[in-house]
């Protein structure tokens, strides 16, 4: 589909992954040549919990249609709360996001394994879907 109108038109998503956990059930979706929109791109984090609210804002506000969090979930070498401290950052991102006038529906977690690539594949797709409805702005 490269070169197709709405390949060219895919929402640009940032993913924050974790290196232990979904970083692999990501590299396992390329590896396996399963399709998802060329424009996500993935920064690797040690762990979630660890992502700054403002990181998150500033994609939003520097030209990213959309943030991923691809969570540790319990899985977490770390921290034993992590989905609970996750959980936090997205909510207080969120925030920011909606005191900032962007939509908050534009960031999106969800806990992905490191066999998960086709999880991966399917929430991006569903989220990059999901970007090109929704007004960037709130209303």
Same mark, same amino acid.
């Given at each position: 589909?490269?070169?197709?109108?709405?390949?060219?038109?895919?929402?640009?998503?940032?993913?924050?992954?974790?290196?232990?956990?979904?970083?692999?059930?990501?590299?396992? #979706?390329?590896?396996? !040549?399963? !399709?998802?929109?060329?424009?996500?791109?993935?920064?690797?984090?040690?762990?979630?919990? @660890?992502?700054?609210?403002?990181?998150?804002?500033? #994609?939003?506000?520097?030209?990213?249609?959309?943030?991923?969090?691809?969570?540790? @979930?319990?899985?977490?070498?770390?921290?034993?709360?992590?989905?609970?401290?996750? @959980?936090?950052?997205?909510?207080?991102?969120?925030?920011? *996001?909606? %005191?900032? @006038?962007?939509?908050?529906?534009?960031?999106?977690?969800?806990?992905?394994?490191?066999?998960?690539?086709?999880?991966?594949?399917? !929430? *991006?797709?569903?989220?990059?879907?999901?970007?090109? %409805?929704?007004?960037?702005?709130?209303?």
């Amino acid at each position: 589909m490269k070169g197709d109108d709405s390949e060219s038109k895919s929402p640009k998503i940032l993913t924050f992954s974790t290196n232990n956990i979904s970083d692999p059930g990501i590299d396992l #979706a390329g590896s396996a !040549h399963m !399709h998802y929109p060329e424009s996500v791109v993935v920064i690797p984090v040690p762990c979630s919990s @660890g992502i700054k609210p403002d990181w998150i804002l500033y #994609a939003l506000k520097s030209g990213f249609d959309g943030v991923f969090v691809a969570a540790d @979930g319990t899985d977490c070498a770390y921290v034993q709360d992590c989905t609970d401290r996750t @959980g936090k950052v997205v909510a207080k991102a969120q925030q920011m *996001i909606l %005191e900032h @006038g962007l939509n908050p529906a534009r960031l999106k977690m969800a806990a992905i394994c490191s066999v998960c690539a086709e999880s991966f594949v399917s !929430h *991006i797709e569903y989220f990059s879907e999901s970007l090109r %409805e929704l007004p960037r702005d709130i209303q």
